[in-house]
């Protein structure tokens, strides 16, 4: 598959679930906050800056960079999935935000000036972005001089049973997500490592690089609602559980209930996740 190819893939896949993370973006923002929170501290948008965020999904990162840069800032709050603008769109007009535009727009091929952005920001959206060298040149070609890039990924697999679990579950019955390789272009542990994200930062021009773990927990009421919620708002998973008959989904569900049982809390399941932010200048 051409990198074409994938990017029109990735598009229509995560439009497929632009619904499901509309519904569920207060849950999602809970789990994450500290993320964003972490995100936009990092970069310090100040008042009449201009703030980037790419593969914003339903874009609340984004949301709060905008009320730092005030009227006299802009946010461009961007996906490559129609859907997610859409909803992104809505979800600024409720908050009363007057200074924020949603566009359609593809990391890999920002349709933007030369140095016409002071932040760059994107949680939990790069690693699954086919062509990671052409994102963070696009990243370093639009940031003015003294400009900022934080972003956040999922790290290892086994830091983060909130997503590996159910990934294994599959892999364990001899299935493999759409894109392949998950530790390859376009998988989500394609940033995990350390050592490839600073690589591909400074073949950018970054030239200062810095790497944190971000920990956190994710809380499901059973492997059902573990299970819903990814079919919901994980496009490569949701894509995956297409191909499959009832019987096959019940049997990988039935395999994420035993992973999770060490992960009991109280009436629930508490799984770890462990993020990697990193902020280049």
Known sequence: MTDHDATGEARRSWDGVSAGWETNRDRMFAAFRHVSEWLVDQTDPRPGDTVLEVAAGVGDTGFLAAERVGPTGRLISTDIAPGMVEAASRAAEAAGLTDVECRVMDAQALDLPDASVDVVLSRLGLMFAPDLGAVFTESHRVLSPGGRLAYAVIGAPDRNPWMSLLVGAFVGRGHVLMSGNPFGPGGPFSLSEPARKE???????????????????????????????????????????????????????????????????????????????????
């Open 199 to 281: 690589e591909l930062l400074r073949a950018a021009a970054f030239d200062e690089v810095e790497v944190h773990d971000l920990i956190g927990a994710f809380s499901f009421r059973d492997a059902d609602d573990q299970w819903q919620l990814h079919l919901a708002i994980a496009g490569p998973i949701a894509d995956l559980a297409a191909t499959l008959d009832a019987d096959e989904l019940a049997a990988v569900e039935a395999d994420l209930a035993v992973a999770m049982e060490p992960f009991r809390s109280g009436d629930g399941y508490a799984l770890p996740s462990h993020l990697v932010g990193v902020i280049a200048r």
